[in-house]
């Protein structure tokens, strides 16, 4: 079953916040903005920023009103999510906490690097999602549904 906006969700944060996350696998990171007279210019390299050899680019768009998406972990997958416009909020869950976070910024990244369940909502009519990842596309990997992820979990803590 999917946990989206469960009332136990303890800490609704932003990414602009400096606090710790208090779910595990989840960093932040600041890209250097170059900008000048006409604008603000952000350049992303593989192992040089971002922690990893970039194999994949996604990015989501034009999402209807309403969409609630992802509801997934990934096994074997890491991935910097970056909202290179508007906004949009993540349910993300280790299996023992979950936290909220809005991605508004695109200066900022979010780095997920290990199991995070992850539902994706409030997406703004302008939002553009991008998601940079270490390994190309392979369905074998994701985990859709909610009880085998915590099966998952508990298996990697075991
Ligand atoms: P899906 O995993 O449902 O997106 P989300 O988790 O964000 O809700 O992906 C939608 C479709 O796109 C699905 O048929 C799988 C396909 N897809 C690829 O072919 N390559 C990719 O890199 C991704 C992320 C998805």
Redesign the pocket.
């Known amino acids: 079953m999917a946990v989206l906006l469960e009332k136990s969700v303890p800490v609704t944060d932003t990414i602009a916040s400096p606090r710790k996350l208090n779910v595990d696998f989840v960093d932040f990171i600041d890209f250097r903005v170059m900008g000048d007279h006409r604008g603000s210019l952000i350049s992303l390299e593989g192992n040089n920023g971002i922690p990893f050899d970039i194999k994949?680019v996604?990015y989501?768009f034009e999402t209807t009103h309403g969409t609630v998406?992802?509801f997934?972990a990934n096994k074997n997958s890491n991935k910097v999510m970056i909202c290179t416009s508007g906004s949009c909020k993540f349910l993300l869950d280790d299996g023992r906490r979950k936290q909220v976070v809005t991605l508004d910024n695109p200066a900022k990244g979010m780095y997920v690097h290990g199991l995070i369940w992850r539902e994706i909502f409030d997406f703004t009519p302008d939002c553009v999602l991008m998601v940079l990842a270490d390994t190309v596309?392979d369905e074998r990997e994701y985990v859709r549904n909610y009880q085998d992820f915590l099966r998952e979990v508990t298996a990697s803590i075991a």
């Open positions: 994949r996604y989501i998406r992802g997934h596309y």
